[in-house]
């Protein structure tokens, strides 16, 4: 869908990318009064490489930006339960309510996606799908001043900016046409195969831990459960490059007998899907005139399905720092204070290195970080700090 109206010479900010990222942090600015544009070269309404799974974090920002309902509404199963399978050892997890989140949720980004988009246009934020950043404008002192888009209907288009912010994932452009510094990296990373199905009972959240692989189940929109297979980057290509199905047949049995007969008595709905793995990073993101926010400042492997929470959370952070007019810097900090616990057990977990006292012992070290993580979201003011 692309939109026909003319593009303003100038906006207070830009973003390129329009998905968790992109789309929450032009609500938040939108909604304290800044003219925004949003652009991302993908259509409207589109899936995204992703098992989507929801922590607690990112279920609060759902429910603080009152969204929580419409994915609720759009058929997204409350999840109330979590179980860790350790080899053949269950340990189950009630979610409890705390801070007004009673359950998690596993939206497909077609749903998602969605949401976050509509509502950042219900703020007023000017989105256009289908249109791609070709390169950013800086000034003689290096200042990002604007952007030059790709529209496929008005052809090239000159536009400045306040800040133009990057929530162009993992590969971002705009990280790399600021040269955004990579000041830590991870050392491991996993490679996933995931698809739907019909037909499997639903039990919540689980996530499977065997000898150097991993698995999960994860409830979500139509009645399908998302379902993933994990094993370390150096044996993906080696696991799946013949018969993708075989090969996550095979990684399910390895995770246990019940759970391979139980998917492959579902019925699969479309073709599998695969990310061979990529390191994590956390960037630079902010400078003068620009910030990265989401995957595109900050990754981290997705096998703590962590990621969609992290980028709603700093969505919200990055846009009152700009509503304030702060030093970005405080973003940055306040991103990695509540990141780098996540980040390292995440690389931990990644590096498959472990035995089963020791992956339970990250897991509940991660929980730990998660809770100070929704601690200090839950005691930010909603609301009035917006339009400060
Ligand atoms: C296999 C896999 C499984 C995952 N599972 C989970 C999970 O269970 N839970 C979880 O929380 N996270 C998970 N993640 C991570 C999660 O998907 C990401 O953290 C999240 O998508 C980051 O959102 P984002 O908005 O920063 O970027 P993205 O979702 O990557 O969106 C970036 C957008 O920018 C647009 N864009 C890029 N370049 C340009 C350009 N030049 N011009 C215009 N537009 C551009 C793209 O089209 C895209 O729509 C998973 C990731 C993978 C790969």
Redesign the pocket.
């Known amino acids: 869908m692309t939109d026909m109206r003319p593009y303003r010479r100038r906006y207070d900010a830009i973003i390129?990318?329009?998905?968790?990222?992109?789309a929450s942090t032009a609500m938040m600015l939108a909604g304290g009064g800044a003219h925004v544009l949003v652009?991302?070269?993908?259509a409207y309404g589109t899936d995204?490489?992703?098992?989507?799974?929801?922590m607690r974090g990112?279920v609060l920002q759902l429910q603080r930006w009152g969204l929580l309902d419409a994915v609720i509404a759009a058929g997204t199963p409350a999840i109330e339960q979590t179980v860790f399978h350790y080899a053949d050892e269950a340990v189950r997890i009630d979610i409890k309510p705390e801070h007004g989140v009673e359950f998690l949720c596993a939206p497909r980004r077609t749903v998602l996606d969605r949401i976050l988009v509509d509502a950042a246009r219900a703020a007023g934020a000017d989105i256009r799908h289908g249109?791609?950043?070709n390169r950013l404008h800086k000034a003689a002192d290096g200042r990002v001043t604007g952007v030059e888009l790709q529209d496929p209907d008005a052809g090239m288009v000159d536009v400045e900016a306040g800040i133009v912010i990057g929530?162009?994932?993992?590969q971002s452009?705009v990280a790399r046409q600021v040269e955004a510094e990579a000041y830590a990296t991870a050392r491991h990373c996993a490679g996933?195969f995931?698809g739907y199905f019909s037909g499997i009972e639903d039990k919540g959240f689980r996530w499977y831990f065997a000898d150097r692989v991993s698995a999960g189940v994860v409830p979500t929109n139509d009645g399908q459960h998302c379902v993933f297979v994990c094993v370390p980057h150096d044996v993906f290509a080696q696991t799946f490059r013949e018969n993708p199905m075989h090969g996550f047949f095979r990684t399910l049995a390895a995770n246990g007998q019940p759970l391979f007969e139980e998917v492959r008595n579902a019925e699969p709905a479309g073709r599998l899907r695969g990310?061979a793995g990529a390191p994590g990073h956390m960037r630079t993101s902010y400078g003068r005139g620009w910030a990265l926010v989401?995957?595109?400042g900050y990754?981290k492997d997705?096998l703590t399905?962590?990621?969609?929470?992290d980028?709603l959370r700093d969505a919200e952070i990055l846009a009152r720092a700009v509503l304030r007019g702060d030093a970005l810097a405080l973003y940055q900090k306040e991103r990695d204070a509540l990141s780098a616990d996540l980040f390292a057990i995440t690389d931990r977990v990644a590096s498959f290195r472990w035995d089963m006292a020791e992956i339970k012992s990250l897991h509940m070290d991660l929980n730990a970080a998660m809770k100070s993580e929704v601690n200090h979201m839950a005691a930010i003011a909603p609301g009035p700090a917006i339009a400060a």
């Open positions: 390129i990318g329009a998905r968790c990222a992109g652009v991302d070269r993908q995204r490489l992703s098992t989507h799974a929801l990112g249109v791609s950043l929530a162009d994932g993992r452009l996933i995931y990310f989401g995957d595109a990754f997705p399905a962590h990621g969609i929470t980028a």
